[in-house]
């Protein structure tokens, strides 16, 4: 019979897999500039070990001075995570949490003990059916897991202010770059074998920041910013399913409630 129970409640969690917008993204436009610079003719004209030295380790050696060790290396991770992410649907969220509280709202608050393994794909609703079945009343229920959820905000807030301030410096390295390539290019005017290397790196640097800033870590801030829109509105969903039936509430209040948080397009009609 439990299991009978169970099936019907697993939440339906799209499997982890490459983020193939900001792959292809991403891809396609160093490809086209690539395609530009083969076009051209000249390949090796664009490569510059200096001019890669100033913008990357001094945009990564200036961002982390404005942050810390640790905040830098968490940025990278939920870098990783973004480009393999696991997509969610409010509404299938939606429709487990009714499941949920329909069965509480049957069977009592303490037959939900019965599917918590079945939930375990979703930490968040984990917890909160547990503190449900745990006896924690409604309104703690709620707070507890609207500050777990603001911690959450504020942690994808951080890192996604770290890829914006490393798309902030990388342009301005590329400038302090084409600078020190001016000022060689500008000691050396008696050597005019000199002036053309250092006129490659005063180009080339402000050309490597451009293409890091706009077609890497800004990109990947809002691609960061947008999952994590997308996650608030699942665990809100979330949320409200714990504290509603942690409050005994009916399931078609809580049906109303979850379609007013919800865009119109993905609006449930669980119990129509």
């Known amino acids: 019979?439990?299991?009978?129970?169970?099936?019907?409640?697993?939440?339906?969690?799209?499997?982890?897999?490459?983020?193939?917008?900001?792959?292809?993204?991403?891809?396609?436009?160093?490809?086209?500039?690539?395609?530009?610079?083969?076009?051209?003719?000249?390949?090796?004209?664009?490569?510059?070990?200096?001019?890669?030295?100033?913008?990357?380790?001094g945009t990564l050696a200036v961002t982390t001075a404005c942050f810390s060790l640790d905040e830098m290396r968490r940025t990278f991770r939920v870098v990783m995570k973004t480009v393999v992410y696991s997509s969610r649907d409010p509404s299938d969220a939606a429709i487990q949490v009714l499941k949920i509280a329909e069965m509480a709202r049957k069977e009592g608050v303490l037959a939900l003990q019965n599917i918590l393994g079945s939930i375990q794909a979703e930490p968040f609703l984990l917890?909160?059916?547990?503190?449900?079945?745990?006896?924690?009343?409604?309104?703690?229920?709620?707070?507890?897991?609207?500050?777990?959820?603001h911690s959450t905000v504020q942690r994808h807030a951080k890192s996604t202010n770290v890829l914006r301030k490393l798309g902030e410096f990388a342009p301005a390295m590329g400038l302090i770059g084409t600078l020190i390539g001016l000022v060689q290019m500008l000691g050396r005017l008696d050597d005019p074998a000199n002036i053309g290397p250092s006129m490659a790196v005063a180009l080339l640097t402000t050309f490597y920041g451009a293409v890091l800033?706009?077609?890497?870590?800004?990109?990947?801030?809002?691609?960061?910013?947008?999952n994590s829109t997308e996650e608030a509105l699942v665990n809100n969903v979330y949320l409200m399913g714990a504290a509603?039936?942690?409050?005994?509430?009916?399931?078609?209040?809580?049906?109303?409630l979850l379609n007013s948080l919800l865009p119109p397009s993905q609006r449930v009609h669980y119990f129509d």
């Not at 870590?217 to 691609?223: E, I, N, V, Y």
Request: net charge neutral; glycine share 10%.
């Open 1 to 57: 019979m439990a299991e009978e129970i169970v099936a019907p409640l697993h939440i339906r969690r799209t499997r982890s897999a490459m983020d193939m917008a900001t792959v292809a993204g991403i891809i396609c436009a160093f490809g086209l500039i690539a395609a530009a610079i083969v076009i051209g003719g000249s390949p090796g004209s664009f490569i510059n070990p200096p001019s890669i030295l100033i913008v990357i380790g």
């Open 127 to 149: 917890k909160g059916v547990s503190m449900v079945v745990d006896g924690t009343p409604g309104g703690e229920v709620e707070a507890i897991m609207r500050r777990d959820m």
């Open 213 to 226: 800033a706009n077609m890497v870590f800004l990109p990947l801030a809002a691609k960061l910013e947008r």
């Open 244 to 256: 509603s039936i942690g409050r005994q509430e009916n399931p078609r209040r809580l049906e109303m």
